[in-house]
């Protein structure tokens, strides 16, 4: 493995476990919350590069995702933050990016 691979790898890796973690705090909640949650949450404050990273993860198959984790990613992929957040607001969520005092969005 070469040491790009592995940097990729690395990161990839560290990325899983903060989406995994954001996946963890949604679970508590009605499910189609908790995914657009998760999708909400990694438009607000990952960067492009970061989202870039983590869908060819789970193109590669998404070893390690929570499965509501890989659900809020897929949600996001589907539609443009902003409808993400649209739709969250609409099951009863909060959009982080659109709450007051948020920095996000």
Not at 30 to 58: C, K, N, Q, S, Y
Request: hydrophobic content about 45%; proline content about 6%.
């Amino acid at each position: 493995m070469s040491a790009a691979e592995e940097k990729h790898g690395g990161e990839a890796e560290r990325l899983v476990i903060m989406v995994n973690q954001v996946a963890q705090f949604f679970e508590s909640q009605a499910h189609e919350p908790g995914v657009l949650g998760i999708a909400d949450h990694v438009a607000a404050f990952w960067t492009p590069r970061m989202r870039d990273m983590i869908f060819r993860h789970l193109d590669a198959g998404g070893q390690g995702l929570r499965p509501l984790a890989r659900e809020g990613l897929e949600s996001l992929r589907a539609r443009p933050p902003k409808a993400a957040r649209k739709k969250l607001e609409a099951a009863g969520g909060i959009s982080v990016g659109t709450m007051p005092g948020a920095d996000a969005g």
